[in-house]
């Protein structure tokens, strides 16, 4: 009987098919996806036979079925003209089936979408509102550019309709038009005025939406709303916020949220920039932050939005001092999510109203301390920003407290803001001092090296605080001496200044004698040395320490020569010259051990405040390279977003690895970008004699430098450049290439036998590279070339690394180097071969793109830049 009745029950059956429901049954009841495949293909073969022979009877249900077997992502494109048929239909059911799967199948980049503009202009026009809401909600989800234009005057007409539910699907169609075509946005704006004094809150939240829509679309359309719009807003918002309970509209004991937001989003888009329509609204946006519930979760979106409103519009002062007092209160309340969406518009209002922000920052220090991380880094980062000079050492005091309690996984944030607080805000170098030594000895481990490099130069210059320095670093090694940062600038200051600990000078008021003696001050060195063996950088401190400890306490000379002598056999390189280096001092050299080893001479600390403002500019080494940065600029990922995998010869650049071999090609997404990434084109890049940067015009032209002077080479990321050296830059030649793939005729092909002159690839301050060229009788395209790398600098380059890149019309195989060490003072030299293939010999000129790491004095540098001038004919 039923299915007599209803001719369209899923439990017919098709022919030479199952039934629907059978059909998903038996998928759902695949176990592995070879049988669903083949679930699949049986039926879309069932329904490719039944579209063929033009089976009308079945065609909704075999739509129903593909609509199904699409949203499993196989598949059914050959099911779009059926939705076409089906749309064409004159039944409701099948319209209903057409317009569902032409959502569903299509999207507005298919050309197929324009046969069906015709049959949506009916519908629109039809007497059955029923077939009127399915062409608008169609309309709405997959409109493009062209059938907005055609149908925009239906839509319109709709606007006007007396059943409420067309106006609430027309306003959101009109919407996708305003999207599509913001240049319709006039057709529309009388239209949505009148809307608002509709009292169905369906069509109230469309015509709102469909108003905020048209500011953003048309900067008349804002002009208009804010001056036919605003009265009927306030007028919604009262009527709303005032209103009885409505069991239709309420919700957990609020009056539909969902337009107390529209509204509010609007009067925000309306009042910003705008000082009389602010004004306008300042009364009822107090009324809503007053009487609104914060116990409800709907109550608290309504305030976070009024909140939010309050912010962007020309509000009064006390507007915003509520606003900001609302947000206290989020602040203080069980949710984790509305904590921390108050500490984020916190962070936002700072700029709006510092002091009334102030005035909560007792509950922030308290969200410092919370359970939830997410929550913990957000309010460190709302308690960097309301750090001033009034209240930076309360504030400090606070964090540093909490420092010796926090989590492992927070220290390192915690630690990194209040150094650059404390560096930022001090004007008392002995408040500094305390401050720097209570984080080194809290949590010297996660301190990174410039702050204690920036420590120490202090010390330097601070000469009636060293004897305090010295002292107090003694102490706090002795208490927390697995702090590796503390050991460092403890024994360092050890060195210089031991005979201010062991004889108490220059000792403040606020001090308290110490007995040290002599050979307590080399027993703490000592028992650092022996601690930190497998750090590099701690032991090599620490010898030097002693040495000098050996000048000023020259009892204990034998004693530290001692020590010194287990380092001989150290299987450290440096460690094993710096021992024998400093016994050698300590027995042979006595005439010359005092002056030697007197205190280093105070550090300029101007000079390198600049040198470390301009290395944070830069990228050092790939190991301490930011994670959102690359070469070509300071791009920087969004939290949570995983930067997607490099190509190896890319990644070779993108200097994420330094164990990347040099290949010939690597497949691309984005072949433009990638060229421009490998050669450095539209890069802003400085030759090291400041020249300005090359601009480029034609990718063809700037990929191999043709019509302008490139930049020869790039300036080396490290800081360090000795005085007395120049760097001097390389001319280059630039070649004129004929666009259509050939040599111009004024340029005769190179002879295969003809000599290259040797070339200055790359020259910085610190290091130079030469590169000479052989070639191969009968083999013009292969090159030869032998690369001799030149220390400039007065230190030896250890872990001497070289690599390049080239084009894809070349190959490029790499020899291993003569050696890994790079004498310094130009005291010898490495070489290096390189065999080049130019594919397009030529027609195309070699380009390259090289960079070089090394180590010096065991931190790691960086060098890179580009190479444009080979010779004519390689």
Known sequence: MDLAINPFSSGTRLRGSVYRRDMIRSIRACKTAAEERAVVRRECAAIRAAISEGDQDYRHRNMAKLMFIHMLGYPTHFGQMECLKLIAAAGFPEKRIGYLGLMLLLDERQEVLMLVTNSLKQDLNHSNQFIVGLALCALGNICSAEMARDLAPEVERLLQNRDPNTKKKAALCSIRIVRKVPDLAENFMGAAVSLMKEKHHGVLVSAVQLCTELCKASTEALEYLRKNCLEGLVRILRDVSNSSYAPEYDVAGITDPFLHIRVLKLMRTLGQGDADCSEYINDILAQVATKTESNKNAGNAILYECVWTIMGIEATSGLRVLAINILGRFLSNRDNNIRYVALN??????????????????????????????????????????????????????????????????????????????????????????????????????????????LIVLMSNASELQGYSVRSLYKALLAC?????????????????????????????????????????????????????????????????????????????????????QNKGNTVLELQQRSIEFSSIIQRHQSIKSSLLERMPVLDEANYLVKRAASMQVTVSPVKSAPGVTPGGQLKLPNGVAKPPAAPLADLLDLSSDDTPVTTSAPTTAPNDFLQDLLGIGLTDSSPSGGAPSTSTDILMDLLSIGSTPVQNGTATSSFIPPGIETKPVSVVPQVVDLLDGLSSSTPLPDENASYPTITAFQSATLRITFSFKKQSGKPQETTINATFTNLAATTFTDFVFQAAVPKFIQLRLDPASSSTLPASGNGAVTQNLSVTNNQHGQKPLAMRIRVSYKVNGEDRLEQGQISNFPAGL
């Not at 700029?351 to 922000?357: E, K, L, Y």
């Not at 720097?436 to 301190?447: E, K, P, Q, T």
Request: charged fraction near 30%; charge should be negative; proline fraction near 2%.
């Open 345 to 454: 518009m916190l962070m936002k209002a700072i700029s709006v109203d510092t002091q009334a922000v102030q005035r909560h920052r007792a509950t922030i220090l308290e969200c410092v301390k919370d359970a939830d991380v997410s929550i913990r880094k957000r309010a460190l980062e709302l308690v960097y920003l309301l750090v001033n000079d009034t209240n930076v050492k309360p504030l400090t005091k606070e964090l540093v407290d909490y420092l010796e309690a926090s989590d492992q996984d927070f220290k390192e944030d915690l630690t990194a803001k209040i150094c650059s607080i404390v560096e930022k805000f001090s004007q008392d170098k002995l408040w500094y001092l305390d401050q720097m030594f209570r984080v080194l000895s809290l949590a010297g481990n996660y301190v990174k090296d410039d702050v204690w490099h920036a």
């Open 481 to 565: 001496g697995e702090q590796e940062c503390l050991v460092r600038v403890a024994v360092w200051c050890i060195g210089e200044y031991g005979e201010m600990l062991v004889n108490n000078i220059s000792m403040l008021d606020i001090e308290e004698p110490i007995t040290v003696t002599e050979s307590d001050a080399v027993d703490a060195v000592e028992v650092a040395l022996k601690r930190y063996s497998s750090d590099v950088t701690t032991r090599a401190m620490c010898l030097v320490s002693l040495l000098k400890l050996s000048s000023r306490f020259p009892p204990t000379s034998e004693r530290i020569k001692e020590i010194v002598a």
